[in-house]
């Protein structure tokens, strides 16, 4: 099983991808969890409202949070690439769909372009691994 999960393919067009995903998502969990370049920090995040009317909502904030964080770098360091990337997945979709979807697209007015970026990312590296440069393994 954990050979599947890591299993790659040897190439480097996934470096990039896997970098830029990394280093956004890893900073966003930052600001939630530790407060970090500005961020609000854990306590403040976990008493926020989850979207999609989830409950209880500190739950899956604080899951949002550690999953934005630990996703960041599992995905960036190319570790179990396809399970940060089913992380931040996940994230982007609750994302997108409960908080996003009604401002519309656009990032200007607050919509969800941004996060169908990262998702778009994230997705392709669920299909492809980690490639080069990544602790997965290659086939």
Partial sequence: MANRLTATSPTWT???IRLTLGTIMMAHGAQKLFGLWGGSG???WLN???PLDLRPSWLWMGAAAFSEFLGGVMVML???TRVG???ISCVMLVAIFGFHWPRGFFLTAGGFEFA???LGMAVALLIEGGG???LDIRS
């Fill in 132 to 134: 080069q440069a990544s």
């Fill in 78 to 80: 190319g570790f179990y």
């Fill in 14 to 16: 996934l470096l990039p």
């Fill in 42 to 44: 854990l306590s403040s």
């Fill in 116 to 118: 169908l970026s990262l």
């Fill in 48 to 50: 926020r409202p989850a």
């Fill in 85 to 87: 990337a089913f992380l």
